[in-house]
């Protein structure tokens, strides 16, 4: 692209396509400065004010993302997405009513925009108003069927009723390498009981990437739950590998020790669980137990 610049230097398609390989690789201020190059040939072009809008967000200069989307408004007064994205700037500082009235303009426009549904799903959550989130999430779902984040989100706030199965199986659907969406489903398995499901969960989430969390959880099941104890202070080392400060990995993993009468090893875990956290209550308590 550098070369064909050299040759064609006011070809605005080639900083577009540059910025965006920039942007891929993380140099967001060389991907903005192509932009305004860009802009600068031909300032008729939303797509050059959305992106760079998308840029300065990821930068959390919010007030140069909005003075951008102002103007992609000024020369596309029609634009659904700049509309959507002035919405999530206005929640990303808590204005509500000037989100949702966004939101609503941006439909207006294109009743069927799964992303604006979404947005509204966000805002009534962010105000704690449940049922109007679901409904938003749910309406955005059906204009893309596809749309991984509404099914999390519904998951979510279905994770207590049979009905977040279904919604974290669409997630898992649509991405079946999430992380979030193996985690969050083996959540809810295992708040059910489901443990194989869940185990089998967590070790796909493991395989893909090893993390601290999916470690803690198995173990958990073993320990509370199915009463392996082994096993459960197998998989809380596993933890404790990944995050060697993990105070509840140590904390369980002394409580294991202790069920399986290993004193010695349960009180070296209770006195690292004070070391690191030397108003650890319970491990104090634990630890006077064992001596």
Known sequence: INKML??????TGLYLKRARIYK???????????????IKIDSLIPEFYLLNA?????????KAAKQTLDKCLYIDNDNVQARVELGWLALYVTNHEQALDYAD???????????????????FLDKKDTALAISSFKTAVE????????????GM??????L?????KNALRVDSNSLEALYNTGMYYQEKGIFDEAIALYKKAIALHPYREPYFNIAYIHHEYLQEYDKAVEWYTKAINIEPKYIDAYYNRGLCYELLNNRTNAKND???VLKLHPTHTYAAIALERVL
């Open 6 to 11: 050299k040759n064609d230097v006011n070809n």
């Open 24 to 38: 891929e690789n993380g140099n967001l201020t060389a991907a903005i400065n192509d932009l305004n190059r860009a």
């Open 54 to 62: 998308e840029l300065y967000k990821a930068q959390d200069d919010y």
């Open 105 to 123: 303009a941006a439909l207006k426009r294109d009743m069927y925009h799964a992303e604006a549904y979404y947005l509204k799903g966000m805002i």
């Open 143 to 154: 204009q893309e069927n596809d749309y991984y984040d509404a099914y999390i989100q519904l």
């Open 157 to 162: 706030l279905h994770f207590n009723d049979p």
């Open 164 to 168: 977040g199965e279904g919604y974290f």
């Open 270 to 272: 209770f006195q690292t």
